[in-house]
T-cell receptor, first 112, second 116 residues
Framework: GQNIDQPTEMTATEGAIVQINCTYQTSGFNGLFWYQQHAGEAPTFLSYNVLDGLEEKGRFSSFLSRSKGYSYLLLKELQMKDSASYLC?????????????FGIGTKLQVIP | NAGVMQNPRHLVRRRGQEARLRCSPMKGHSHVYWYRQLPEEGLKFMVYLQKENIIDESGMPKERFSAEFPKEGPSILRIQQVVRGDSAAYFC??????????????FGQGTRLTVV
């Protein structure tokens, strides 16, 4: 099975930087995803990590440490439109097939 | 290149009726996941299907819920004898292959089921 933990809520100021952490436990790790979900909408893909290190994509970066079972999503130069839930998802292949399991999501509120 | 299509977007059912939710994956995708999201909660895995096969249904309630992905046509999530607690958003995601790479799952817009 899998266990994914992330904070339920965070608040940050427009223009600032925020880091959203995710810890996981899985027996057959095969990649970690971050998704953004605005209220009432479908999740949209942000980033993917399978090797240790930092992946940068514009204002968003994602970091992975497989030995620590830890990832974070870094959002720079926050904008009001970044207010959304951010979902950490882990792909596991221990059952002989791929399965993607999501954390509960971190609800980020960006304030002026 | 259409994305993942779910219909209906909104569905209202009375208690005891059946709900059928449809998902057409992206072209070329043969793997489908169904998730349920209760208000203010995260996505909960329900079932993972490939064409004509249920691979993992560990997240499906034991009764009233079933899913299929036939050789032709969309994937169907069926909820029989709906109850108020079934009210939620049901998301479908599809991916092209299951083995490796940054093949993220693409989500449909979801079906919001309301049981009255």
């Amino acid at each position: 099975g899998q266990n994914i933990d992330q904070p339920t809520e965070m608040t940050a100021t427009e223009g600032a930087i925020v880091q959203i952490n995710c810890t996981y436990q899985t027996s057959g790790f095969n990649g970690l995803f971050w998704y953004q979900q605005h209220a009432g909408e479908a999740p949209t893909f942000l980033s993917y990590n399978v090797l240790d290190g930092l992946e940068e994509k514009g204002r968003f970066s994602s970091f992975l440490s497989r030995s620590k079972g830890y990832s974070y999503l870094l959002l720079k130069e926050l904008q009001m439109k970044d207010s959304a839930s951010y979902l950490c998802a882990v792909r596991d292949q221990s059952g002989g097939y791929q399965k993607v399991t999501f954390g509960i999501g971190t609800k980020l509120q960006v304030i002026p | 290149n259409a994305g993942v299509m779910q219909n209906p977007r909104h569905l209202v059912r009375r208690r005891g009726q059946e709900a059928r939710l449809r998902c057409s994956p992206m072209k070329g995708h043969s793997h489908v996941y169904w998730y349920r999201q209760l208000p203010e909660e995260g996505l909960k895995f329900m079932v993972y299907l490939q064409k004509e096969n249920i691979i993992d249904e560990s997240g499906m309630p034991k009764e009233r819920f079933s899913a299929e992905f036939p050789k032709e046509g969309p994937s169907i999530l069926r909820i029989q004898q709906v109850v108020r607690g079934d009210s939620a958003a049901y998301f479908c995601a599809s991916s092209p292959i299951a083995s490796t790479g940054d093949t993220e799952a693409f989500f449909g817009q979801g079906t919001r089921l309301t049981v009255v």
